[in-house]
């Protein structure tokens, strides 16, 4: 009988390696539980971050709104800080002070010098005592308004536009060299019944009115400015001919208190803003602080 020949054949010739569809799904069962169990434990830990960062956003929108008020707020003339609501929107109005000084007044005895004249109207134009401010966010310009101790109530009352309580005059020059203030008239020569002068003969610069509206039906808090000052205050969104800025969106409520301190030259007004977003929760911000209302 004739052999035959034995030929050795290596797997590795001619047989080609794989993974057959039973090992595939197997894999893609295993990797699916394996992400689905992965998934659930990852979920908590990225929706806390999620919302972590949603509150931090919400937190600093207000706050930056807050301190912009606060900053408007230490500005504000002595005893111009009223407040509102009107159909759930709440109002703070205030007057915003540039700077302020001393006027020279005859009881100085300065020879030659211009006084504030509190009994002749024809004369419009006073001297400081000491130089005027020269920064720009300080320096007296044509178009502010000179404020002589603001009481809030007349005869003296700055928001009051009639001539017996008016105690407020419109700029029309500064001389920086002369330390002179021209005025477009002299109301406080004609103070009817008591003339009210600034026992400290202090005055105050007043540059624009501005208005705080927070609207929770919109949910927005916007600034007004750059209007005409009203005896009235301002109830109404927008406000008339003045220039408007959003400060925070989101508002779902806000309550804006002003209160005064019996027998004290001074109040506490106090801010809540309260925010919220989508799938985030809310925040509430409480911000108090003190005004010195010494005019």
Known sequence: ???????????SCGKQDGFTLVEMVIVIVITGIVGAVVAVFLRSPVQGYVDMVARAELAD??????RRMSRDLRLALPNSIRTTTVGGTTFLELLL??????YLDEEDEVAGGDILDFSNPADTSFRTVGPLPVAA???IQAGDQIVIYNLGQAPADAYCNGGSCNNRAAITAVNLATRTITLAA???AQQVPVIMRSPGHRFQVVSTPVTYACNPAVGTLTRYSNYIIQANQPNTE?????????????ITACAFNYTTLANVRSALVGITLTTQRAGSGNITLFH????????
């Open 97 to 102: 002070t540039r700077t302020g000084g001393r």
């Open 1 to 11: 009988m004739r052999k035959l020949p034995f030929y050795f054949s290596s797997p």
């Open 186 to 188: 002299n109301p406080f």
């Open 238 to 250: 927008p406000v008339a001919g003045a220039a408007r800025g959003l400060l925070a969106s989101g």
């Open 137 to 139: 966010s300080q320096q």
């Open 288 to 295: 108090q602080l003190h005004v010195d209302n010494t005019p």
């Open 61 to 66: 929108e207000a706050d930056t709104a807050v």
